[in-house]
């Protein structure tokens, strides 16, 4: 199975910030990456496929980058709406897997 | 727009099974792959298999093989998830999510999860 390690596993941030998460995969996944973001009591949400599309809807200030292992996922001058947990996802082969997690709290 | 509504939340004794529901509406239900995945409190999410509404094909994680089932009713728009020999590590909540229109393996939209308690 292709392991996804995030980091950091939290970062407080103030509103206004950039905020840079990375994802490494334990293996070479080409640009099969997604990135979700999760609401307390909320379904994640798709922001970025193929490691750098943005989903329709998903505000420019979410970007992604990187291919192969290692993979960014940045918020360029971060919102109050934007305080949630992101998630990388592999769908490079089966078993999809995820990484932990990275929780964006306010600073 | 697309959207997936599942069943309510279910308790359930060590040993025993559970069956979720998934009913599409607002696109061809038989024109994509409806995955399942669980997340307990506090951890990231678990891919569980998918299954093809059109064919009825399915694929499983390794972890789940024997103990998962994944069908569909094309006349209903619905897919199920069903998970047998319930033990405590199985509590956590439980998401259908279709695969996106754009080509690969990710997922939009999700359902809003179905939270499995169990519990002696």
């Known amino acids: 199975d292709i392991q996804m390690t995030q980091s950091p596993s939290s970062v407080s941030a103030s509103v206004g910030d950039r905020v840079i998460i990375t994802c490494r995969a334990s293996?070479?996944?080409?640009?099969?990456l997604a990135w979700y973001q999760q609401k307390p009591g909320k379904a994640p949400k798709l922001l970025i496929y193929?490691?750098?599309s943005l989903q329709s809807g998903v505000p420019s200030r979410f970007s992604g980058s990187g291919s192969g292992t290692d993979f960014t996922l940045t918020i360029s001058s971060l919102q109050p709406e934007d305080f949630a947990v992101y998630f990388c996802?592999?769908?490079?082969?089966?078993?999809?897997?995820f990484g932990g997690g990275t929780k964006v709290e306010i600073k | 727009q697309a959207q997936l509504v599942q069943s309510g939340a279910e308790v359930r004794k060590p040993g025993a099974s559970v069956k979720v529901s998934c009913r599409a509406s607002?696109?061809?239900?038989?024109?994509?792959?409806i995955h399942w995945v669980r997340q307990a409190t506090g951890q990231g999410p678990e891919w569980m298999g998918w299954?093809?509404?059109?064919?009825?094909?399915?694929g499983y994680a390794q972890r789940f093989q024997g103990r998962v089932t994944m069908t569909r009713n094309i006349s209903i728009s619905t897919a199920y998830m069903e998970l047998s020999s319930l033990t405590s590590e199985d509590t956590a909540v439980y998401y259908c999510?279709?695969?996106?229109?754009?080509?690969?393996?990710?997922?939009?939209?999700w359902g809003l999860g179905t939270p499995v308690t169990v519990s002696p």
């Open positions: 999510a279709r695969v996106s229109i754009v080509a690969g393996d990710w997922f939009d939209p």
């Open positions: 607002g696109y061809s239900f038989t024109s994509y792959d």
């Open positions: 299954v093809n509404p059109s064919s009825g094909g399915t």
């Open positions: 293996q070479d996944i080409s640009n099969w």
């Open positions: 193929s490691a750098s």
């Open positions: 996802q592999q769908a490079s082969s089966f078993p999809l897997t």
